[in-house]
Every structure is written in C-alpha cells, then in structure tokens.
C-alpha cells in the first residue's frame, strides 16, 4: 500500500514541477540554514568530557575586600596562591588540581629550528587521572614531583609529532625557558572542546603543548598568562603572585557522591569563616560549587553570536514551513475535481489523506537531502571563517539523522492541514460542479 | 475599486490568507531585526580608529630565552635603528599594544591616587617620541613628547608617568569645563602632567562591553622591555608589501633569538582591523543572505497562492468579464486583495517586530530598534507583495469573458 501511495505521490508531484521545485527548495533553505546553524551550536555547547563531567566541580571562594561588595554578588572566578594551596594539600575530595596557564620559550635541540613560544599548562599531579587524558607513551607526573619541583614535562601529540616526529620521546630532553626538562608522557587524542578547565587562553580548540608541574613553573618564574584579578593595593607582581592579594589559578576537585558534594561545600564555607575570623577574608562566607555544565553555562562560553545565529535560523525555518503550508494548501485544492471522483468511486478520506501525507513526505525526503547539502555547504563555509572555534564545525552522525527526521516532521506537519482540507470536500459538489 | 465585495470573497480562502499574512507578519519581524542588527554591525565596523591606517605596519616579535630588562633595551634600540634604516620604512616605534589589537591593559584615571575613584577607565599605550608621527594621529593642544622624556620599563618597575598625552575624549571626562592642558591626573599613585591632547586614538578592544570608554587612550612615555613587543612601521604605502615581505628576514638578521611567527607575526594594519571586526562582518553577512532568502521565499509564495487562486475563479473572472468588468478592473481586484492581506500582515508583523527586537534587548543587549526599521520594512513587503501578485494577476485580466460559457 506504501508502494503505492509512494508512485501517486510521485506522479502527482511531477504533474506541478515548478510548484513541487519551489516546495522541496523552501524546506532544504530552511533545513539547511537551520541545521548549519544548530550543528555549530551542538558543537560549541557539548559536554568536553562525557561520562566524566557531571562529577568534576569547580570551587570558588571570596577572599576580596569590601570595595564593591553587594548582596547576590559572585565570589572571583579563580583562586589566589594561600588559598589554592590550602585547598589542594587539604585534599578533602577525591582528586584535585590546581592549575594555570602560560607562553614559555622552547629552544628545539637540533639548531635549525628557530625557537618558538608555546603554551604551557602549569598543573598538580592529580589533573591527568582526574581529567582521564589519556596517553600514548609514559604517564603523568606524581605528587612527590610536585613537591620537589622536579623539572619533568608532559607534550601534546602535536609537540611531539613537531619535535621527534612522532617517536615514543619518553625521557628524552625538553628545552624551555633555557632550562632542561625530562619528558615523562606525551598525550593521546587529548582535545576536549569547550576547553574548560582554562578559559582564559580561548574557550575552543586551544589545547596546550606542554605540562609542567605548578611548583616548577614558580620555581623558575614562568611566565603566567590569563586573567590575574587584585584588590586592595598590593599590585600584581609576576615574581611575587604567591604573596600578593589576586586571583590567578583555577582549582578543580572530582566528587563521586552527592553527599561528597555537600560535605566539600560546607568545607568551603567553612574555610572561608574561619578566613573571615582570621581577618583575611573581609567578606562573609561566599562560596560556590559549579559542576562542569553549570561552570560553562555560567562563563557563557558559548558565543553570543552564535545562539543569535541559530534563533534567527529557526525562524527562517518557520517562515518556510508556513510557505509551503500555503503551496501545498494551493496545491491540494487544485487537485478538487480528482480527489471528488476518486472519493465518489470508493476512496476512503483516510485513504485520500494518507496519500496526500504521503506526498508531503516525499516533498520533505527531496527537502531533507537539499538540506543536508545546503548545511554541508554551510559548515564547510563556516570552517573556512578565522573563529577559534571554526574547525570544529563538522556533523556527526546524530545530527545527520536530526536533519532527516527534522525535515520530514516538518513537511508532513505542513501538510496536514492542507491534506485534511483536501479530503473533506463534498464529492457530490465537485462531480456537479465539473 | 471597492472593497467589500473583495472582503467577501476572502471569507472563502480563510486558511490561504492566514497564511500568506502569517508568512509576511514573520518576514517583517525577522528582516526589521536583521536589516537593524546589520547597521549595527556596519556602525561598529565604521567606527573610525583616529590612526592613519593605509602604510602601517604591526610587528610582533618576542625575545626567547628570557634576557634581563638592560639587554632587552639594547636589543629593542637596535631593531629600531635596523627598522628606520630599511628602504621604504619612514617612522617606527615599539609598544605594548595599539588600537584594534584586542590585547593590552587598561588601568582607571582620575583626580586622586586612590584607585576607587577614578573618572574613567583608559587604555595605555606606552609611547615614545615617534608615536604621533608613526601612527598619525592629530595633536590638537598641546606637544609631543620629547627624546628626553622617554623611559626604559622593566617588568617589575612600577607605572609613574610624569607626562602623559590623553584623547580629547579622555580630557574631556577628566576636565569638564575648560582645557585638561597642563593640568594633573592620575592614572598612577604619582601625578602626571597632561602635556599634550590628541584628536582621537581608540582603545585596542571592540567589545561591546567596552564601548563606554572606546575612545578613552592614555599615552605613557615608555619604553616596555619586557619579552614581547609589538613594533609599529609607518612605510610609503605602496611600498607597504613589499616592506611587509622583507622585515621578517632583516630583523632575524640582526638576532636570531626570537620569536616572528611565519604565520601572523607581521602583518598590515588592513589585517588588524579586518581581524578585529571578522565575527561582526560574518554576521552581517549572514543576516543579510538569510534576509535575502527570506525575501524570495515569500514572493514565491505569494506568486503560488495567488496563482491558485487565479487558477481557482477563472469562471467567475470570466463572468466579471462578460458583464463588462475591464482587464483594469481584475487586475485591480488581485492587486487590492493582496494589499488587503499584506496589510493585515504587516500591522501584526510591525508588533512582532518590537516583540522580537524587546527580547533580543533582553538575551543578547541589544538596542531599541528605530522606528524606521519596521516603516521602511512595512513599505518593503507591501511592494513585495504587489510585485510578486502582479504576474498572477495579468494573467487573471487576460482571462477571455468565454470563460464564462465554459465548463470546464
């Protein structure tokens, strides 16, 4: 019976070749636009790590002055050195890390290399088992490392893929900053985008090459990049940022439990009265505790652009859903006088309306394919744009699909006021009209 | 022509009209939003930079291997002489930032050391005697800094500039009523003298967020030794290319130790300012082709209903015909009732425009739309609609009054 719709379907959609042209170009305009636009938001809101992300927290505490203090006010977005410290060595959850982010010169031993900067993540030991980054050679560092600011570094793939042409360069020599470091790992496929444990250095695509332990870099005074947020009037010394009153490292804990969760929490709270009895925190207990998700959200990492982009293209959608409601309303009615004889020769209405479904289903598969090129077309134009995140923009499977069932939703519910229209028609009326 | 036979004859197509005002109330809305948000777009694009931009050229260059602050003075006073030496290159001079770059810092600046209460936030820009001349700007009170004043700014030193060249916006903020020649401002713990104003120099960001301050420059005499340096090249600018393709190759000349990346380390002020505004330009772009399309999908979806319709009363038409109706007279009566829908559309379209623009003011900070907006849009579509419902509605005036005998 399908079969058989499906060949009326087409006979009758090729009896109308510009109005059927201009239905399945509305719906892949609209398809196309659309699904461009919400592939790009798909990939810039993902989850960086799924599976993992709903147990990493990130806490924050205020330890400001009461200069521009308020109710309802946010406490900074990053740690200060005493704070950090204390919070990493009291190890109250079940992992933690305490990192930031710089440029650091390497000089490349062969001498025909120029050297080149590169970015470094300043991090504690716990940042690779507790993030799963994966690796392909050697490991981490460890928490005794840490402690004896030892001069190891972890590289990229692409590093290493750059300096030793993809070699197993474990215990090998790194030249950063006139100092020699060992390499103890290189990564694997290590890219979570948004990049969210450090957002200061651009939320997509800006993985870093090299890991040095946090103590090392302090050690030697590497450079320190980012946002680095003072009050009071102590400044903002690079050399001396473990004394002075900023916010400058990011700290992420991994709470497996919910009741972890809380008990971290009132530790926080706790911390910071006992801070604020102390004298050095002046403002009362404020504290927060964002997994993943909420700390992306709440940074808005996605581009405003682009939710302006897909609310406009969503609208474009409906504006040429509406359209071919109107042409198919046109040309269902058109087609009276034929569906009158076949209702008085026997044709049920649900029969008529199966068929004139049917055909917009049809309209909505050649729309659905239009679409996908269209949107292919659109992501391959928004790669070639110089955002940040522009190579990213690439559909998966799930989005494929959504584009299909997208278009076809779309055609039949556009057809079905046009199709329940068609088949209500009195038969007696159209066979004596004719 | 009159209406109320036409009205009548509505009431019959309920669904179709419905639709094609739906279609064009939804155009309206979208196209006044976008058409606003491109001009937006376009004016922040526009906004002049007060650099003489054709002939600049911005070097990035960092120094690896970390040298102290005294070998990062010889080194940067031997790029610059190597630089005014080259064929073609008329002024340089090296700072921390320049404008369109979307890096730098900005520190507030006000009648008193206490940081609370400044008057305004301002850029700073470390300068030296060659800036003005470098980067064109207009001095319009005042003078430029002399060879003396300039000092060397090591990493750890502190910021207290004794003289300071602000914008005449900034010396406006700063002295309301009268000339900011000459008078103090702080924009460190020590005063500093204003010395000199310039026309206009805007601030190296173009974020929306910083748009209150955008033309709010500090000038500092000082040289930053620190490890990264941006050095600014005023060349003839039709030597600008070929300057641009030798610098790379002249600076490693001199010292190999340091950092021009291949891929964006020099490049021309045209680059910067079109790097600056990329995400606004791609937007306004994509606003104007949806715009377009849009358009286009609504004509053609008016030529389909009301070709239909004309398909639909051929017999009726033909009747009008034979009882002396002219070809004016149908042709008219299409016209009219498309103007009739269109003109319900637009009125719902014009609400939905202001309903649309108040909640983007709410998600994405934008402005109140002008009122011109949705006008000239409402006169836009209901052209539109009369253009897209003429072909129909010839063809319609051309209908024979035989029709009427016909039966089929």
Same mark, same amino acid.
């Given at each position: 019976m399908l079969s058989y719709y499906f060949s009326l379907a087409l006979h009758s959609l090729k009896r109308n070749r510009v109005l059927t042209a201009l239905m399945v170009l509305a719906i892949a305009l609209g398809i196309g636009a659309s699904m461009t636009t919400l592939t790009v938001l798909h990939v810039l809101s993902?989850?960086? +790590? /799924?599976?993992? @992300?709903?147990s990493l927290y990130y806490p924050q505490i205020d330890p400001r002055d *009461?200069?521009?203090?308020? /109710?309802?006010v946010e406490p900074p977005d990053q740690l200060a050195w005493t704070d950090g410290m204390y919070l990493l060595k009291a190890k109250r959850a079940s992992r933690q890390a305490l990192m930031t982010e710089g440029m650091v010169p390497l000089q490349p031993t062969e001498s025909n290399v120029d050297p080149f900067q590169t970015s470094a993540l300043y991090t504690t030991a716990d940042f690779f088992p507790m993030f799963g980054v994966p690796f392909q050679f050697g490991q981490g560092w460890n928490a005794n490392e840490d402690e004896g600011k030892a001069r190891v570094a972890v590289i990229s793939a692409s590093l290493n893929d750059k300096l030793? #042409? #993809?070699?197993? @360069?474990?215990g090998k020599e790194l030249r950063l900053q006139e100092t020699s470091f060992r390499i103890v790992g290189v990564l694997g496929d290590w890219h979570p985008n /948004?990049?969210?444990?450090? +957002?200061? *250095?651009?939320?997509?695509? =800006?993985?870093?090459d090299v890991y040095v332990p946090l103590s090392t870099s302090r050690d030697l005074k590497m450079e320190h990049d980012g946002s680095t947020d003072c009050w009071g009037?102590?400044?903002?010394?690079q050399d001396n940022l473990e004394r002075v009153n900023c916010t400058w490292l990011q700290f992420w804990v991994q709470l497996d439990k919910p009741a972890d969760v809380e008990a971290y929490k009132s530790f926080l709270t706790h911390y910071s009265q006992d801070q604020h009895a102390m004298g050095?925190?002046?403002?009362p207990p404020n504290v927060r505790l964002r997994n993943v998700m909420q700390w992306l959200d709440y940074q808005h990492v996605v581009p405003s652009d682009a939710r302006l982009q897909t609310w406009l293209s969503v609208g474009f959608l409906v504006v040429c859903l509406v359209n071919t409601v109107g042409l198919m309303l046109s040309k269902f009615m058109r087609r009276s006088a034929e569906l009158g004889v076949r209702r008085a020769l026997g044709a049920s209405q649900r029969a008529l309306f199966g068929q004139l479904l049917m055909e917009s289903g049809v309209i909505g598969l050649a729309g659905g394919t239009g679409g996908l090129l269209l949107a292919m077309l659109g992501l391959w134009l928004v790669r070639q744009? /110089?955002?940040?995140?522009? =190579? +990213?923009a690439h559909m998966d499977v799930s989005m494929l699909l959504a584009t299909f069932t997208l278009a076809v939703l779309a055609s039949l519910l556009a057809g079905v006021l046009p199709a329940w229209r068609a088949c209500r028609i009195t038969p007696a009326l159209q066979l004596k009209a004719n | 022509m009159q209406i109320s036979p036409i009205l009548a004859a509505l009431r019959y197509h309920k669904a179709g009209v419905v639709l094609i005002a739906m279609q064009i109330a939804l155009t309206l809305a979208i196209v006044c939003n976008a058409m606003f948000i491109i001009h937006q777009r376009l004016v922040r694009m526009d906004?002049?930079?007060?650099?003489?931009?054709?002939g600049l050229l911005v070097v990035k260059n960092e120094w690896a291997g970390k040298p102290a602050t005294g070998q990062i003075a010889s080194l940067m006073a031997a790029d610059l002489d190597t630089l005014r030496k080259? %064929?073609? $290159? &008329?002024n340089v001079y090296a700072t921390n930032t320049y404008p369109l770059s979307n890096g730098g810092f900005a520190n507030g600046i006000g009648h008193? %050391?206490?940081? !609370?209460?400044? $008057?305004s936030v301002t850029a700073v820009y470390f300068s030296d005697e060659n800036t003005l001349s470098t980067l064109g700007l207009?001095? $319009?009170?005042g003078r430029n800094f002399n060879a003396d004043e300039i000092n060397g700014l090591g990493d750890n030193d502190k910021i207290a500039p004794a003289v300071i060249i602000v914008t005449r916006e900034l010396a406006r903020r700063l002295y %309301?009523?009268?000339? &900011?020649?000459g008078k103090t401002a702080y924009i460190s713990n020590e005063p500093s003298i204003i010395i000199g104003i310039v026309d206009r120099l805007q601030i190296p960001w173009v974020d929306n967020s910083m748009a209150?301050? &955008?033309?709010?420059s500090t000038l500092l005499p000082? !040289?930053?030794?620190?490890t990264i340096t941006h050095y600014l090249i005023r060349t003839q600018p039709e030597e600008i290319e070929d300057v641009a393709t030798r610098v790379r190759a002249t600076l490693y000349a001199t010292q190999r130790l340091r950092v021009i990346r291949p891929k964006d380390g020099v490049k021309t002020f045209a680059q910067v300012r079109a790097a600056a505004y990329k995400s606004d330009r791609g937007m306004a772009i994509l606003m104007g082709v949806i715009s377009v399309i849009l358009v286009a999908t609504t004509a053609a979806g008016i030529v389909g209903l009301a070709s239909f319709w004309v398909g639909q009363r051929r017999k009726q038409i033909g009747v009008r015909r034979a009882l002396g109706a002219t070809r004016q007279d149908i042709l008219g009566y299409f016209l009219t009732e498309n103007l009739l829908i269109c003109m319900a559309g637009v009125v719902l379209g014009g609400l939905l425009a202001i309903g649309l623009n108040l909640w983007l003011m709410k998600q994405f900070e934008m402005e109140r739309i002008a009122p011109g907006y949705v006008l000239a849009g409402v006169a836009m579509l209901l052209l539109l609609g009369q253009c897209a419902v003429f072909a129909p509605a010839w063809r319609a005036s051309h209908v024979p009054p035989v029709e009427a005998t016909r039966s089929v």
């Open positions: 993902g989850d960086p +790590l /799924p599976g993992r @992300s709903g *009461m200069n521009d203090y308020g /109710p309802n030793f #042409g #993809g070699g197993n @360069s474990v /948004p990049h969210f444990y450090q +957002l200061y *250095m651009g939320s997509y695509a =800006s993985d870093e009037n102590t400044g903002g010394d050095r925190f002046e403002r744009q /110089p955002a940040g995140y522009a =190579s +990213l | 906004k002049p930079s007060g650099v003489e931009e054709s080259m %064929p073609g $290159v &008329a008193s %050391p206490d940081k !609370r209460n400044y $008057v207009k001095l $319009v009170e %309301p009523d009268g000339s &900011a020649l209150r301050w &955008a033309d709010c000082f !040289r930053n030794l620190v």
